[in-house]
């Protein structure tokens, strides 16, 4: 089993930066493709960083130039910078995991997900 847990979150002003921590615990071996996926109210939940098996970053068109994900496998630690911050990037922000798939990673099923930091950004 593997647990995700976030922290970072926070209240900015726009331009602003942020940067999000997920640390996983437990069994993390198998894990490949991580991602960073938000939900603001009254929208869907939607993906916006991805980190594929062999280093690879994936990013929605929304936010290309200004989320940066990466990982330090020592610290088991999935990170986003967030820089530049805009009002629409007001959300609920969850880390996910996703067991033994490591490759198109925007389309895969994910398996474990944290509960959330909030990231309210003011104009």
């Known amino acids: 089993q593997v647990q995700l847990v976030e922290s970072g979150g926070g209240s900015v002003q726009a331009g602003g930066s942020l940067r999000l921590s997920c640390v996983a615990y437990g069994y993390t071996y198998n894990l490949g493709c991580m991602g960073w996926f938000r939900q603001a109210p009254g929208k869907e939940r939607e993906g916006v960083a991805f980190?594929?098996?062999?280093?690879?970053?994936v990013y929605v068109d929304s936010v290309k130039g200004r989320f940066t994900i990466s990982q330090d496998n020592a610290k088991n630690t999935l990170y986003l910078q967030i820089d530049s911050l805009k009002p629409e990037d007001t959300a609920m922000y969850y880390c996910?995991?996703?067991?033994?798939?490591?490759?198109?990673?925007?389309?895969?099923?994910?398996?474990?997900w944290g509960q959330g930091t909030q990231v309210t950004v003011s104009s």
């Open positions: 980190l594929e098996g062999d280093g690879k970053t």
């Open positions: 996910a995991a996703a067991a033994g798939d490591d490759s198109s990673c925007m389309n895969v099923g994910y398996n474990y």
